[in-house]
Nanobody, 121 residues
Framework: QVQLEESGGGLVQAGGSLRLSCAAS????????MGWFRQAPGNERESVAL????????YYRDSVNGRFTISRDNTKKTVYLQMNSLKPEDTAVYYC??????????????WGQGTQVTVSS
Protein backbone atom coordinates (compact mmCIF):
# COMPACT_ATOMS: atom_id res chain seq x y z
CA GLN A 1 0.00 0.00 0.00
CA VAL A 2 1.12 3.54 -0.63
CA GLN A 3 0.37 6.68 1.34
CA LEU A 4 -0.26 9.84 -0.66
CA GLU A 5 -0.29 13.43 0.53
CA GLU A 6 -1.28 16.34 -1.70
CA SER A 7 -0.31 19.98 -1.33
CA GLY A 8 -0.48 23.17 -3.35
CA GLY A 9 -4.19 23.84 -3.63
CA GLY A 10 -5.73 27.23 -2.99
CA LEU A 11 -7.68 30.18 -4.36
CA VAL A 12 -6.62 31.73 -7.65
CA GLN A 13 -8.18 34.11 -10.16
CA ALA A 14 -9.20 32.90 -13.60
CA GLY A 15 -6.19 32.81 -15.88
CA GLY A 16 -3.83 32.11 -13.02
CA SER A 17 -1.68 29.09 -12.23
CA LEU A 18 -1.24 26.57 -9.45
CA ARG A 19 1.10 23.64 -8.98
CA LEU A 20 -0.11 20.61 -7.06
CA SER A 21 2.32 18.15 -5.52
CA CYS A 22 1.74 14.64 -4.23
CA ALA A 23 4.33 12.97 -2.03
CA ALA A 24 4.23 9.18 -1.83
CA SER A 25 5.56 6.80 0.77
CA UNK A 26 5.28 3.15 1.64
CA UNK A 27 6.21 1.31 -1.54
CA UNK A 28 8.38 1.47 -4.64
CA UNK A 29 7.06 4.65 -6.21
CA UNK A 30 8.86 4.25 -9.53
CA UNK A 31 7.14 0.94 -10.32
CA UNK A 32 3.60 2.28 -10.61
CA UNK A 33 1.50 4.70 -12.58
CA MET A 34 0.03 7.76 -10.90
CA GLY A 35 -2.80 10.13 -11.61
CA TRP A 36 -4.70 13.25 -10.66
CA PHE A 37 -8.49 13.21 -10.33
CA ARG A 38 -10.96 15.89 -9.32
CA GLN A 39 -14.46 16.11 -7.94
CA ALA A 40 -16.67 19.17 -7.99
CA PRO A 41 -19.79 19.44 -5.80
CA GLY A 42 -22.60 17.36 -7.25
CA ASN A 43 -20.33 15.74 -9.80
CA GLU A 44 -18.65 12.38 -10.02
CA ARG A 45 -14.91 12.08 -9.54
CA GLU A 46 -13.16 12.31 -12.90
CA SER A 47 -9.67 11.69 -14.14
CA VAL A 48 -7.66 14.78 -15.02
CA ALA A 49 -4.19 13.52 -15.92
CA LEU A 50 -2.42 10.17 -15.75
CA UNK A 51 1.24 9.21 -16.05
CA UNK A 52 3.00 5.88 -16.39
CA UNK A 53 5.78 4.74 -14.11
CA UNK A 54 8.58 6.19 -16.22
CA UNK A 55 6.86 9.49 -16.99
CA UNK A 56 6.93 8.93 -20.72
CA UNK A 57 3.25 8.09 -21.29
CA UNK A 58 0.69 10.71 -20.27
CA TYR A 59 -3.04 11.14 -20.63
CA TYR A 60 -5.11 14.30 -20.23
CA ARG A 61 -8.84 14.79 -20.30
CA ASP A 62 -9.86 17.01 -23.19
CA SER A 63 -10.91 19.98 -21.06
CA VAL A 64 -7.43 20.40 -19.55
CA ASN A 65 -5.25 19.32 -22.46
CA GLY A 66 -2.82 22.10 -23.32
CA ARG A 67 -3.32 23.85 -19.98
CA PHE A 68 -2.29 21.21 -17.42
CA THR A 69 0.95 19.23 -17.27
CA ILE A 70 1.53 16.10 -15.21
CA SER A 71 5.06 15.08 -14.30
CA ARG A 72 6.86 12.94 -11.76
CA ASP A 73 10.20 12.81 -10.01
CA ASN A 74 10.88 9.21 -9.03
CA THR A 75 13.91 10.18 -6.95
CA LYS A 76 11.67 12.36 -4.78
CA LYS A 77 8.66 10.01 -4.93
CA THR A 78 6.53 12.94 -6.01
CA VAL A 79 4.03 13.58 -8.79
CA TYR A 80 3.09 17.09 -9.88
CA LEU A 81 0.23 18.78 -11.69
CA GLN A 82 1.05 22.17 -13.17
CA MET A 83 -2.20 23.98 -13.91
CA ASN A 84 -2.11 27.07 -16.13
CA SER A 85 -4.84 29.27 -17.59
CA LEU A 86 -7.20 28.14 -14.87
CA LYS A 87 -10.92 28.52 -15.38
CA PRO A 88 -13.78 28.67 -12.87
CA GLU A 89 -14.92 25.25 -14.10
CA ASP A 90 -11.62 23.80 -12.84
CA THR A 91 -12.83 24.42 -9.28
CA ALA A 92 -12.89 21.09 -7.44
CA VAL A 93 -11.18 18.95 -4.85
CA TYR A 94 -8.15 17.44 -6.54
CA TYR A 95 -7.01 13.97 -5.54
CA CYS A 96 -3.74 12.21 -6.12
CA UNK A 97 -4.13 8.53 -7.02
CA UNK A 98 -1.79 5.57 -7.22
CA UNK A 99 -2.15 2.49 -9.40
CA UNK A 100 -0.87 -1.03 -8.88
CA UNK A 101 0.19 -1.28 -12.51
CA UNK A 102 3.00 0.36 -14.47
CA UNK A 103 0.49 1.97 -16.82
CA UNK A 104 -2.68 3.67 -15.60
CA UNK A 105 -5.16 0.88 -16.32
CA UNK A 106 -8.23 -0.04 -14.32
CA UNK A 107 -9.00 1.83 -11.14
CA UNK A 108 -6.50 3.42 -8.74
CA UNK A 109 -5.76 1.47 -5.59
CA UNK A 110 -4.59 4.36 -3.40
CA TRP A 111 -5.93 7.87 -2.83
CA GLY A 112 -4.75 11.01 -1.12
CA GLN A 113 -6.99 13.08 1.11
CA GLY A 114 -7.57 15.75 -1.55
CA THR A 115 -6.72 19.43 -1.88
CA GLN A 116 -9.18 22.19 -2.74
CA VAL A 117 -8.65 24.29 -5.85
CA THR A 118 -10.94 27.28 -6.25
CA VAL A 119 -10.82 29.50 -9.33
CA SER A 120 -12.63 32.81 -9.08
CA SER A 121 -14.02 34.61 -12.12
Amino acid sequence: QVQLEESGGGLVQAGGSLRLSCAASGRTFSSYAMGWFRQAPGNERESVALIDRSGSVKYYRDSVNGRFTISRDNTKKTVYLQMNSLKPEDTAVYYCAGYSTSYASGRPTSWGQGTQVTVSS
